[in-house]
């Protein structure tokens, strides 16, 4: 099928895409965009694991500001910004190199799924978990990524029904937001996100009400009218409601399952190890919508219930009836280790299969020789 994308935010329209027109040009035509792709997601992830390293349990910002070095921070935004650019850029090579494959939409599409969580997982840190004066308690941080996935996860089944990836508004402005609040806590330190800053609210707090009623009111909108739309000119990709809805069943299923184990953990799991459920959950959520995409790219049905389902069902069944007792954390910790290994084994095995299948490399424009 051939890759269809349409933008029409301002921000990205008319300062962005000059911006990566310009850089595009100092990119040699040996470098494979697939490159570009996976150098910018790995970026994201040496920036989460510092942060990570310096703030384990997200309260190095709110308790005793400074443990998290300045170069951190700054370190931080450049790197947010190469992955923002890299990830911008990586189609417009492909054109340039005539190299445009599906392998490239998506490893790109595939890793982006992954790095929206990730991105927001980083900027947690900026500003801290609920310590009774300042910061964000845990489950704010699980309704705000929760959120950020879902517009994620809208994009894609508009997509999977219409043919065309409208790209959501949020992004540009969510990657601009990022960069400029780890520029503001480099610059001032984390105390700037400790005072209020209208009306008695803090900016974190005007942060969580913009991305919710950008999501509510306007991303899912959009994406509603846009099948409605398609549904009139008679263009829409599935002709039964069932069809249509098929591929929000097991990320609502993932989320309903993920939700009862945060409100129902006997040892109420997310206070205690909010990095590792967070991520866990992001993992979880990139798996799913990856065969979402998948499906949408090869026409093919998506599965009613994503595999995973079932053994996350065991683990919350096992934990909120307090089977798992004071073990609950070191089976997260497992539990996590295990589905990021399978989603990488996923994510490889699927990368090897389509490069024999198209008859090229992952990593480089030159042709596989025939077997």
Request: aromatic share 16%; with cysteine; charged share 10%.
């Amino acid at each position: 099928s051939q890759y269809s994308a349409v933008d029409t935010n301002p921000l990205s329209v008319y300062i962005m895409q000059p911006i990566w027109n310009k850089i595009i040009k100092i990119v040699p035509l040996w470098i494979a965009p697939n490159l570009l792709t996976f150098s910018g997601f790995v970026m994201i992830l040496v920036n989460y694991f510092l942060i990570s390293f310096y703030d384990w349990d997200y309260t190095a910002s709110g308790t005793s500001p400074g443990l998290v070095p300045t170069w951190v921070w700054l370190f931080s935004a450049f790197t947010t910004f190469c992955a923002y650019a890299l990830d911008s850029i990586d189609g417009k090579h492909a054109r340039r190199t005539q190299s445009s494959t599906p392998l490239g939409e998506l490893f790109d599409h595939g890793l982006d799924s992954w790095a929206t969580s990730i991105f927001v997982l980083s900027f947690f840190s900026v500003c801290s978990r609920d310590n009774g004066k300042t910061g964000v308690s845990v489950y704010t941080m699980y309704i705000y990524l929760s959120i950020v996935l879902f517009n994620f996860m809208c994009s894609h089944w508009e997509k999977y029904n219409t043919g065309v990836l409208f790209l959501p508004w949020g992004y540009d402005i969510s990657q601009v937001v990022l960069i400029t609040a780890y520029l503001l806590t480099g610059a001032l330190g984390v105390e700037v996100w400790q005072k209020p800053f209208l009306f008695g609210y803090y900016i974190t707090d005007v942060l969580v009400i913009l991305l919710i009623g950008f999501s509510l009111f306007l991303s899912f909108p959009q994406t509603l009218y846009n099948i409605h739309r398609a549904h009139l000119k008679k263009t829409l990709k599935n002709d039964s409601l069932y069809e249509g809805l098929l591929p929000l069943v097991s990320p609502l299923l993932l989320f309903i399952l993920l939700t009862v184990w945060v409100v129902l953990s006997p040892s109420n799991i997310l206070a205690k190890q909010p990095r590792l459920f967070l991520w866990m959950v992001g993992v979880a959520f990139s798996n799913v919508i990856c065969k979402v995409i998948i499906c949408q790219m090869s026409s093919t049905r998506p599965e009613l219930f994503h595999w995973f389902l079932f053994p996350l069902a065991l683990v919350v069944y096992a934990a909120i009836s307090g089977l798992l007792g004071w073990t609950e954390e070191a089976v997260l910790a497992i539990f996590t280790a295990l589905v990021t290994a399978a989603h990488v084994h996923f994510g490889v095995c699927v990368g090897m299969q389509l490069s024999k299948h198209l008859n090229i490399y992952i990593f480089s424009l030159k042709k596989r020789v025939q077997e």
